[in-house]
């Protein structure tokens, strides 16, 4: 069974740059930061956009329950007052989470980052469903600042 501690390699500052021509036609930068909370069982995770289009968000991660969907529970809020319930895995290097639409106006969603071998880089995509079919929302590079 996966370890909270299995995420030390993603732990740490990271600048960002959003690539979603979907939304605007500019990359747009950020940041983002994930740390420890006392005791290392839960994981703070932030994020900030420079574009306000963008939400900030903060993220808290802990192991998932034995018979859980996914290695790790992540609860997400941000600024526009909007919370969810993210599934996520880390192996091998490959950061994914994914989650349920939970009412009619909602979607699905997953994300999927590969480390880089020298853990200075994270590619990663979005996909989200519309229309019954999933399709690609945007990219982003994290950065180890």
Avoid at 24 to 31: F, L, N, P, S
Avoid at 96 to 105: E, F, G, L, S
Wanted: proline share 4%; hydrophobic share 35%; net charge negative.
């Amino acid at each position: 069974m996966p370890d909270i501690k299995d995420l030390e390699p993603l732990i740490g500052r990271w600048s960002q740059v959003v690539d979603a021509p979907r939304h605007v036609e500019e990359k747009v930068e950020g940041d983002m930061t994930l740390e420890w909370l006392r005791d290392e069982k839960v994981i703070l995770q932030r994020s900030i956009a420079e574009n306000p289009r963008f939400p900030e968000g903060v993220i808290l991660i802990m192991a998932s329950e034995e018979d859980a969907e996914g290695d790790f529970t992540a609860h997400y809020f941000d600024s526009r007052a909007v919370s969810r319930i993210l599934h996520m895995s880390f192996q091998d290097g490959v950061w994914k989470w994914w989650r349920h639409a939970t009412d009619p106006d909602d979607f699905d969603q997953r994300f999927e980052g590969t480390l880089s071998r020298d853990g200075k880089t994270i590619e990663s995509s979005c996909y989200l469903v519309e229309d019954g079919e999933w399709i690609h929302d945007f990219d982003v590079t994290y950065t180890r600042a």
